[in-house]
């Protein structure tokens, strides 16, 4: 698990909040344990048994109300108890402003105090995407990531197999290349999201060409930078010895950072139009995602028919499958 630095919550969340250092002399080394936003209502009020002290700590208006109705050594034995946790840091939310002392503890307890322009709701959900993105799983694949018909394809197989010069097929034919050869993987709850590595990204690999720039060549209408991944296609070099679906009745699947995701294996060999058999399933799979599963229906339509005809109709049929 990564953990950001509020170093690197300052950075990524200074301008959209507006944020500004109360105590800059304070270093931001401390590290965010948690996606999660935390209000300390309760533990200013001296309540400690459940304080998450290792999140980013917001203060709204009613916290700073209530900071402000606290005086004289019950004050100053709560502000005590407060900054004997080791906080990461704390934002005062819609410009509010905050008393002297309370940002002189916190510098005192090395605790860096950003104030921020926008309301407290605001300040809560973009924090917590901003760290969830950063602390979310990652990893790196070898394949190609297309946005084919609205569905994710990842393409997968062995290098060589043919990826890249389906790929580029795909794009001519009017689909968008998101990243070849190298695909960055980051989950996000229960979603897997690709994108390209920054160095090579909407570029690829076609050997005897070299490499080329896919948004140069076909415009930016053929590339995009990010996309979830909702099936992965293994292209495999055919073999008599291996046992391929031909019915489509068996619900693959291939797990990317503990997420199942849909799977088909396409058998390559000369004369097979691997980017039209792509674009079919990426079709079906998007036909599934509204409930119409092709091959279930169809077999569901053979057992209403084999059910209602004579035992030599149910033999035909049934050969169908033999």
Partial sequence: MVYPTVEQLYEGMRERLK???LNPTVLLTRKVHSGEIHRPGLAF???YDYFAYDRVQVLG???IC???KLKGASRRKNLAKFFSFRIPCIIVAKNQPIAKDFVEQATAAHVPVFRAVYRTSICVSQITVFIENIMAPDTTMHGTLLDVYGVGTLLLGKSGIGKSECALELVERGHRLVADDVVKIKREGDVIIGAANEVVQHHMEIRGLGIIDINA???VGAIRNRKQITLTVTLDKWSQKKEYDR?????QTHDILGVPLPHLTIPVRPGRNIPILVEAAALTQR??????HSASDFNQRLIDKMKSE????KRAVSGLFD
């Fill in 66 to 68: 209530f900071l402000n």
């Fill in 247 to 251: 019915h489509g009745l068996e619900n």
């Fill in 45 to 47: 009020s001296g309540f």
């Fill in 19 to 21: 944020l500004s250092l």
């Fill in 310 to 313: 004579t035992p030599q109709a």
């Fill in 217 to 219: 060549i076909f415009g």
């Fill in 287 to 292: 036909a599934k995602f509204i409930g119409h």
């Fill in 61 to 63: 208006k009613t916290e």
